[in-house]
């Protein structure tokens, strides 16, 4: 991956450079990238460096379906990397979209109301990816957030 300072990686006139700095803000991420398709969507997340070891991907090779816009934020010095993503429709139908991949790989994925999108304000929702443990990182974070529309995870009981 290509990192880089945080700035809006897909600059449209309907883009809200004030969402992306109130989420930055809130997270704390200071790196962003363009996303590419890694061997393994699992490791990146956990923030190791293998992630493209081997020849097999855990992941489709179109994002569209389930991934829209993605890209990738990070905190320097820290596993925490989440794949964002900026997804149409309704959130039950994103959470659908996400519910396999999220889950076949042991992430959380959250899906945001379209209020904080940067992509496109008032008409995409904001979904992030993120290992279980950056999850657990950001729980309280993420419970107090009244954008917070739902979260996809597996159920441990």
């Not at 995409?124 to 974070?141: A, C, Q």
Request: proline residues 3%.
């Amino acid at each position: 991956m290509k990192w880089q300072e945080m700035q809006l990686l897909r600059d449209t006139k309907y883009s809200s450079s004030e969402n992306l700095k109130k989420f930055e803000d809130v997270f704390k991420f200071d790196k962003c990238a363009v996303y590419e398709r890694p061997h393994s969507l699992e490791k990146l997340l956990a923030g190791k460096r293998s992630y493209n070891a081997g020849n097999k991907y855990d992941t489709p090779p179109y994002l569209g379906e389930w991934l829209d816009h993605a890209e990738l934020q990070k905190v320097s010095g820290t596993a925490r990397v989440v794949a964002i993503a900026h997804d149409y429709g309704p959130a039950d139908s994103v959470h659908s979209k996400i519910a396999e991949h999220v889950l076949s790989l042991d992430l959380v994925g959250v899906i945001f109301d379209s209020k904080v999108d940067w992509y496109y304000p008032g008409q995409s929702l904001l979904v992030m990816i993120m290992s279980k443990e950056t999850y657990n990182y950001y729980y309280y974070d993420l419970l107090a957030n009244h954008h917070v529309v739902d979260v996809v995870k597996k159920q441990y009981y």
